[in-house]
């Protein structure tokens, strides 16, 4: 069998639709290896310092790749992530006589997404590790070169400065599911929990589009809490991805929090550089903004601001000291309902102190 997904046209296309670098080959490069290398590291400590979460698995390792080698890198990363359900719909899709036309089709939406996403990311800590793969191509924190040296002569941001930020915010990840002793491996059990779950059948698909026109004569956006992979989830899968969606606002808004707390005095430009940023998503066309719901990128965007506004309301109540109750096992990780509702995790976490007791 085949994959159900024609990787290899995924990358073409994705290469095709991120267009020409705009600083292929500009002198301006030279500088970024060697100074992502550096300020990662310092980076790494700084981040230390201000949470105690320290990586187990050694220093960081840096790539500061192009818009093609950001896509090749997340082909093999999605190959892996997806490898269950690739499976399933082999068996499902081997006896139709469609099978390399609908490889054709996904292979294009899969490269067309990759594409348009290696336009925007600037960094990127790459979590998932497979055993049996090679090591040298996992645990990397990537920086994507030309998009970054664009950002910092479209704006005139001080390069090192701009660089130490970015550099913070991917390895306060690194040092999450890394520097957590069991992070790494709930995460992969959540995904694969979601992803081998999935039964590939159309008729679910038409299901969901009921659910999806039900949700929107209700007067809700059918999209907005997590774009199709939400709407196609089965109501054990919603489960899982309450938890996952719980998890990521934690740890993307503890990213935000640490970044600015740990690069304080160190980054003058951070609270520019966040506004800037923060512009540039809202700035976009309509079409993109349909394109992130689809994805559920937006619904990613959101859980910045929600994470941060969790982790305020629960240090507001008991400090760092409480929020710290978060890395102690899985079962203090919040649900995206308690995000959305800290008091409800505070009980939750504060009675099961008292029950221990």
Do not use: C
Not at 38 to 61: D, F, I, Y
Not at 323 to 352: T, Y
Request: charged share 30%; glycine share 8%; hydrophobic share 45%.
């Amino acid at each position: 069998m085949t994959d159900a997904v024609a990787w290899d046209l995924a990358e073409r296309v994705a290469t095709r639709v991120a267009r020409r670098d705009p600083f292929e080959g500009s002198y301006l490069t030279d500088s970024l290896l060697p100074d992502f290398e550096e300020l990662t590291a310092q980076a790494e400590e700084l981040v230390a310092a201000e949470t105690g979460l320290r990586s187990l698995a050694g220093p960081a390792r840096v790539r500061v790749t192009d818009r093609p080698g950001w896509i090749h890198a997340n082909v093999r990363s999605f190959q892996r992530l997806l490898r269950p359900l690739m499976e399933k719909l082999d068996e499902r899709l081997d006896t139709k006589p469609l099978h390399s036309v609908t490889r054709t089709v996904t292979g294009v939406e899969m490269g067309t997404l990759l594409g348009w996403m290696s336009t925007r990311v600037l960094g990127q800590y790459d979590q998932l590790l497979v055993e049996g793969e090679d090591e040298a191509e996992q645990d990397l924190v990537y920086y994507v070169g030309p998009n970054v040296l664009a950002l910092e002569k479209r704006f005139a941001f001080p390069p090192r400065e701009f660089r130490l930020w970015l550099a913070l915010h991917e390895v306060t990840h690194r040092a999450q599911f890394t520097g957590v002793p069991w992070m790494r491996d709930h995460f992969k059990s959540l995904v694969g929990e979601i992803v081998g779950s999935v039964d590939p059948d159309p008729a679910r698909f038409l299901a969901a589009l009921r659910r999806a026109v039900d949700e929107a004569r209700a007067g809700r956006n059918p999209l907005d809490e997590g774009g199709l992979v939400t709407l196609l989830a089965t109501e054990e899968q919603r489960a899982a991805l309450d938890r996952v969606g719980g998890m990521m606002s934690l740890l993307e808004g503890h990213g935000d929090v640490t970044m600015d707390r740990a690069g304080a005095g160190l980054v003058p430009s951070a609270d520019r550089f966040s506004r800037v940023l923060r512009a540039r998503r809202a700035s976009q066309p309509t079409i993109a903004k349909v394109f992130q719901k689809l994805v559920g990128l937006e619904a990613k965007m959101r859980q910045y601001e929600m994470g941060e506004r969790f982790i305020a309301a629960v240090e507001a109540d008991g400090g760092k000291e409480l929020l710290a109750r978060a890395w102690e096992s899985p079962d203090n990780l919040p649900s995206l309902a308690e995000i959305k509702a800290p008091k409800s995790w505070i009980q939750r976490v504060i009675h099961s102190t008292v029950r221990a007791i």
